[in-house]
């Protein structure tokens, strides 16, 4: 079943098939037997949608095919560089503002425009997400570390070197573990555990805005704005794996709230390292991180989405499969990729490598980082991405793990919160009435909080606010439902009045519009079923005779039709339908 | 002489000698706000209430550091007309104790160079001439300050020492030179050459009117991450405070280190002459004399030379012309994508001996030398440190607590201060360095750096005092003027300058 958040996605997809957007919204809402008569210099939309749709599913097969073909012959490996902003108020080595939104140039410090005679001041609350980064990622914090020059001139870059931790960084060998429902490749089974090498804290680089054919604006608003760069060992050998590893590594950032944003909005970026080799074959000439016996990797720099980190390793790899098979060599290059792109294209040569010359920073002291700053962040470290899938799929929440899943990542986990506000409000209104398993009850909040809210979002284009539905508002909304004070469709009904901006208390609604259900008797619901038998005699017939029990729900149907809106209750009419309908049997 | 005169006097040398010495990038103008200002410090004078003992007293500041109301220029052509949006923390703390900032002194581009010939303003000219009446060197880079006190432009100069810049050119001009121990002195605003050995030095015809200066300076700046803090000056003054240490000099005589390695075969039969009489002088007062071996010296200058050049390629490297200083006309790239942004402007801001530094910075950290290079010279830096270390009595108040028994085992000697030339040979003919084929190469000028860089490697107080030992039925003249350096452990930079004091000026005749 297409959820339906996911559902006006694909139609705003289907506007990038290069046609007017209208036509396809007005053929989809009307009948199809209208496509039938369309003129017939057009290949009629349908047809059209269902041979894209067939040879886009040919193409990926194929591709799966070859990409398995290669997969036999040749192996793979990735390592990945993810540089992420923290989350903090101020620069790294001044006290200037950091963000995002202010005008070009506001936000700079002497330091951070490298002007003459100023000197670096450490900002120590950048350590604060640094080391909550570090320690969900599973990372031995290094007692001392220090900061590295890394120099190379670029117009971004006022101090002509980058200061970075290159020799000790702040933090070393950690993992991450993706799962199955990470999105890992099958062939990595349930778990993969790709090893960190390092994370350290380093500058950002001022903003550039290119004017053609001669001019660049330059924003120093982001210079020196602080940044993780979190370094994976050369373990990754599929391309699902490694986008896997760069969207779980976001969602491991963003749970404990070290970064500003995702890389959907530039707060973060992805470099890849790849190689291949023969299997079966010697081991390669190459060794990095300590892992010998790898070809020789060339990097592909600033991939901005899981999507291109994943085709753009795919179409590495399958340049260097091209290139050894040819009988060539892989060079170590540096290399780009373009969104939409079937090809990365060449950046650096190796000739051209840049020698970055790194040296210890002769201004900046060792930082020092004590046991009990890191003790006292282990300690208050909110949940982990995993371990929260593992408590909302568990005994507690009963919530599938597809439903879940969605709940922790969506609004930078401000979905989720509002789901627990809800719950929790939910288990208060309750009470001890015990109405209904507490696992049963955040189930069905599960569902209204994704699917019904997240459905009204999706329709009305609206980004998440948690105050369009207050948390008290839903949670009352389906108190009353699981009560019976409500039917379902009212419930949606009401859910669509409050998302409009009705601010009057649920009760209020409830009362005012005459919604809550004043349940029918018994006789009631038999003068209802027994006019619906009347209508349709023969079918009763056809249930009782043949035991045709599925027409069943076709009767209950007409019953919640001919009863007073809101009142029939599904379940008592079907019940009342049996014996009237088989009688003697009960 | 009240101290309007005073200034007046110095202010009409500074433009009667501007021409004939050119110690100066930027003068202090005749007429301006200054002059109401010592009047005010001259009423306060007469009223027993200065501010300070350098209250409007003139102080010149070699132009590498930062003045908000004068141009900071560094003497280079990349930020010629560059004036600095902010006041370095000495420049500020000499304002405040009512000092007037009396106009930027020439030096050496960027501090590099040992005789303030590389300015993009000129050489800086010696006031004192050889006996055949030849112009002389001033030293550097530090040569527009030295110069300035040795002639009467201005009561007392701030230079910076970064490798000797201070006391050779105090030695050469024949002026007193005091580098303190590294990190007591703010260095915000002082413009990088080589930041670990980067020291602002103070210059003055006497150690007194220095320790005037120091007093006021010595101050823990949080603007300077490498700032000695309240919390360890506290530690270090209480060591000194301990008996064995405050009774030197007072009621028990010093023990004198002299450095054999020191005592090479090109020093100068003059330099060599007045060493040995004030270590006489010395002894003749009850001190001891004591040879001491210093056997990493003989390393200290190639490691300086591999050190400072590499941070200078460092910090040199912002200097793009794009935010801040001059830009080369015209495009500055061959126009392709991968062309070099900032070569025109590099290559026509910077001189030849800031080029030829960066260029062996940038060498000495490429990835294939760095370990040959730039790690060995780090090693020697650390064992030059160990030597010293080794000889002095007082512990190294900043070295780790644990585990340095290389110091504590090898202890061979303990020597309060060590004395040696602060330069193996008098001042050279300005026309041996300069013109179109200078007679000497670039390491000829780095030869001179010899005495001086050890101190540097090792943070440690230093001091050049003038002293003159003529030869027998001679006439003093020039030559027989020579820098004696005093060393001394980090912190004792008081008891580096009051032996200072004991040498300071000392004529020795031949008997």
Known sequence: MLRPWLNSGIVRSLSLVQRPLYPVLIQRSFSSARTLHATPDRVPLRKQLKQEAKSL???????????????????????????????????????????????????????????????????????????????????????????????????????????????????????????????IAPEDGDRVRIDIKQVQLEQDTAKSQEYPPSTQLLDFNRVSHPLIEIITMPQIHTPATAAACVRKLQSILQSCSAVTTGMELGGLRADVNVSI???????????????????????????????????????????????????????????????????????????????????????IPPLVIGEDVIAHLQENLPT???????????????????????????????????????????????????????????????????????????????????????????????????????????????????????????????????????????????????????????????????????????????????????????????????ELIFGAKR | MSLLREAERLITNQHAQAQALNAFITPLPRAGQWVDRVKEADRRREQGKPKSKLDGRLVSIKDNICTRDLPTTCASGILDKFTSPFNATVVDQLEDAGAIIAGKTNLDEFGMGSNSVHSRFGPVKNSRRDSSGQDLVAGGSSGGSAVAVAADQCYVALGT???????????????????????????????????????????????????????????????????????????????????????????????????????????????????????????????????????????????????????????????????????????????KPDGYLYSNTRGSGFGSEVQRRILLGTFSLSADAMDNYFIQAQRVRRLVQLDFNAVFRATHPLAAAAGDSDAATSSSSDVDVLICPTAPSSPPRLSDVTGPSPGSSPLDAYVNDVFTVPASLAGLPAISVPVTASESGQDSDASDLTGIQVVGQYGDDELVMQVGELLEGLHFGSS
């Open chain 1, 57 to 183: 599913k040919a193409r990926k097969k194929q591709r799966k095919e070859s990409e398995e073909a290669s997969r036999q012959t040749w192996e793979l490996t990735v390592g990945v560089e993810i540089h992420a902003q923290l989350d903090v108020a101020a620069k790294l080595f001044s006290k200037a503002a950091t963000s995002t939104s202010d005008a070009p140039n506001s936000n700079v410090a002497l330091f951070d425009l490298a002007f003459p005679g100023s000197q670096p001041e450490f900002q120590a609350a950048t350590l604060l997400p640094a080391l909550r980064a570090a320690i969900a990622l599973n990372c031995e914090i290094q007692p001392v570390s220090r900061f590295d020059r890394k120099h190379y001139f670029y117009q971004d870059q006022p101090a002509g070197y980058q200061i970075t931790q290159y020799y000790e960084p702040f933090a070393r060998n950690g993992y991450v573990d993706l799962y199955d429902y990470d999105g």
């Open chain 1, 277 to 363: 080799r023969r299997r079966g074959e010697a081991p390669g000439q190459c060794s990095y991180d300590g892992i010998s016996g790898l070809g020789q990797r060339t990097e592909i720099k600033n991939l901005s989405s899981f999507k291109a980190v994943e085709d753009a390793i795919i179409a590495e790899k399958n340049r260097q499969i091209r290139l050894l098979e040819s009988g060539g060599v892989v060079e170590g290059e540096t290399r780009g990729w373009t969104i939409g792109s079937t090809e990365t294209r060449l950046l650096r040569g190796k000739e051209g490598a840049v020698d970055y010359r790194y040296m210890p920073d002769p201004d």
């Open chain 1, 384 to 578: 982990s991405p995993d371990a929260l899938l593992a408590q909302l799929t568990g005994p507690e929440y009963g919530i599938p793990i597809e439903d879940a899943k969605p709940l922790i990542e969506l609004d930078d986990g401000a979905r989720l919160e509002y789901y627990q506000d809800v719950v929790d409000i939910l288990h208060t209104l309750q009470g001890d009435s015990g109405q209904s398993q507490p696992a049963a009850l955040a189930r069905i909040a599960g569902n209204w909080v994704l699917h019904e809210l997240g459905g009204l979002l999706t329709k009305a284009d609206r980004s998440w606010d948690a105050e369009i539905v207050p948390a008290r508002s839903l949670a009352e909304l389906v108190h009353h439902l699981q009560i019976k004070k409500i039917t379902g469709p009212t419930a949606k009904q009401v859910l669509a009045v409050i998302f409009e901006g009705d601010r009057r208390p649920v009760a209020q609604i409830l009362e005012d519009e005459n919604l809550l259900l004043r349940p029918l008797s018994r006789d009631e619901y038999a003068v209802l079923a027994s006019a619906a038998i009347a209508l349709n005699p023969g079918m009763a017939m056809s249930i009782r005779s043949k035991n045709q029990l599925g027409k069943l729900g076709w009767f209950v149907g007409q019953v919640m039709r001919m009863g007073e809106k809101g009142r029939v209750e599904a379940p008592k009419a079907e019940e009342v339908l049996r």
């Open chain 2, 161 to 335: 020492d970064t490798g000797g810049s201070v006391r050779l050119p105090a030695a050469y001009a024949g002026t007193v030179g005091f580098k303190p121990s590294y990190g007591l002195i703010s260095r915000w605003g002082v413009i990088a050459y080589a930041n670990s050995l980067d020291t602002v030095g103070i210059l003055g015809r006497t150690t007194s009117s220095v320790r005037d200066v120091f007093s006021i300076l010595n101050r823990h700046d949080e603007r300077d991450p490498t700032s000695v803090s309240a919390f360890s000056r506290t530690r270090i003054l209480e060591q000194l405070q301990e008996s064995r240490f405050a009774s030197r000099l007072t009621s028990t005589p010093l023990r004198i280190g002299v450095p054999v390695e020191y005592n090479i075969s090109e020093l100068t039969p003059s330099v060599r002459r007045a060493w040995l009489m004030s270590l006489a002088h010395l002894q003749a007062q009850g001190h001891t004399i004591q040879p001491v071996s210093l056997p990493a010296t003989k390393h200290a200058l190639s490691a300086y030379y591999v050190l400072a050049p590499a941070e200078a390629s460092s910090n040199l490297a912002k200097y793009d012309g794009v935010r801040y200083g001059i830009r080369a006309d015209g495009p500055d790239n061959t126009g």
